[in-house]
């Protein structure tokens, strides 16, 4: 595998259901980033990790919860998840915070 | 704080034609930008970025993009648009470890 690549690429949950996204970077990078992709919304930054500390949270509710167990690895486990949260997520990698992201394909996420 | 404005959501050109893409960035630093490209169900590509060298600056698939301090302007352009060049566009602005995207234009293009 080369790049940032996400598992799963979908996937479909209930509002009662806990589900985790993984994201996996080959790049040696030493920064990973969640975004979310809404239709019609910019892209909104989720959380920063930078050496394997976050660095940023933005404000997101506590349903989302980021794990970074080394600096190739990044988690995003969802629990109790509304409909509004449904969205393709995206996750990033750079080399330092703030270099330009390489980006994988993302998960395209449904909440019923 | 540092922010991009992307003019236009929407950009529909014929194929053959000129493509620009507008960007004004807002940034109290010399900041580093950037231009990616996503594709339907796919993630954001790297087409070019500006980091304080030329300031007319060469990417991917014949795209390239001025940077103009005066302007606050780093607009993307191709001369000729192909088929293959309908996608979302997403300029980026970035200082001090804080990177901040536009909304994005969805760039059309007609046969």
């Known amino acids: 595998e080369t790049g940032v690549t996400q598992t799963p690429r979908h996937l479909v949950m209930g509002m009662t259901n806990k589900k985790s996204l993984k994201c996996e970077q080959h790049l040696g990078h030493n920064a990973m980033y969640w975004y979310k992709q809404s239709a019609k919304k910019p892209l909104e930054l989720m959380f920063v990790?930078?050496?394997?500390?976050?660095?940023e949270n933005n404000s997101v509710p506590s349903r989302f919860s980021p794990e970074c167990p080394n600096s190739s690895h990044l988690f995003l486990h969802l629990h109790t998840l509304q409909p509004e949260d449904s969205a393709l997520y995206l996750c990033a990698s750079s080399q330092d915070w703030g270099n330009e992201q390489f980006f994988g394909p993302g998960t395209r996420l449904t909440v019923l | 704080a540092q922010s991009v404005t992307q003019l236009g959501s929407h950009v529909s050109v014929s194929e053959g034609a000129l493509v620009l893409l507008r960007c004004n960035y807002s940034s109290s630093v010399p900041p580093y930008l950037f231009w990616y490209v996503q594709y339907p169900n796919q993630g954001l590509q790297l087409l070019l970025k500006y980091t304080s060298a030329a300031t007319l600056v060469k990417g991917i698939n014949g795209f390239e993009a001025e940077f103009k301090k005066s302007e606050t302007s780093f607009h993307l352009t191709k001369p000729s648009a192909h088929m293959s060049d309908a996608a979302e566009y997403f300029c980026?602005?970035?200082?001090?470890?804080?990177?901040?995207f536009g909304a994005g234009t969805r760039l059309t293009v007609k046969p």
């Open positions: 990790y930078s050496l394997e500390e976050r660095v």
């Open positions: 980026a602005v970035s200082s001090f470890g804080d990177m901040r």
